[in-house]
């Protein structure tokens, strides 16, 4: 299983960025997927999860509004459009993949997840 993480870069306060997530190897569909990230310094955190077939989506307090989390099975890939970035969204982006078996609260968790993809910068100025 290989998970790709690509669109990251460097954009000012209140800029968009669209993050996202190829996943190979497998079929994207059997599985429930996430982002965190983990900014300098500071351990990685949760930021969005969405189900198999992007049912019950949710989102760390600090980004809900401002993020959202989606998927196209038959592209096999997981996006995750940032709005309104804010200087402290600055972080290494991963994205994850979880089993369909994963209970809801351990997608809140990094032990949740099986597949870790390598992170894409995303660095935003004020």
């Known amino acids: 299983v290989q998970l790709q993480a690509s669109g990251g870069g460097l954009v000012q306060a209140g800029d968009s960025l669209r993050l996202s997530c190829s996943v190979s190897?497998?079929?994207?569909?059997?599985?429930?997927m996430g982002w965190f990230r983990q900014a300098p310094g500071k351990e990685r955190e949760f930021v969005a999860h969405?189900?198999?077939?992007?049912?019950?989506?949710d989102y760390s307090h600090s980004v809900k509004g401002r993020f959202t989390i989606s998927r196209d099975n038959a592209k096999n890939t997981v996006y995750l459009q940032m709005n309104s970035l804010k200087p402290e969204d600055t972080a290494v982006y991963f994205c994850?993949?979880?089993?369909?078996?994963?209970?809801?609260?351990?997608?809140?968790?990094?032990?949740?997840?099986?597949?870790w993809g390598q992170g894409t910068q995303v660095t935003v100025s004020s």
């Open positions: 994850a993949a979880a089993s369909r078996s994963t209970i809801l609260s351990s997608l809140y968790l990094q032990s949740g997840y099986r597949h």
């Open positions: 190897g497998v079929t994207l569909n059997n599985y429930q």
């Open positions: 969405t189900g198999r077939l992007n049912a019950y989506p």
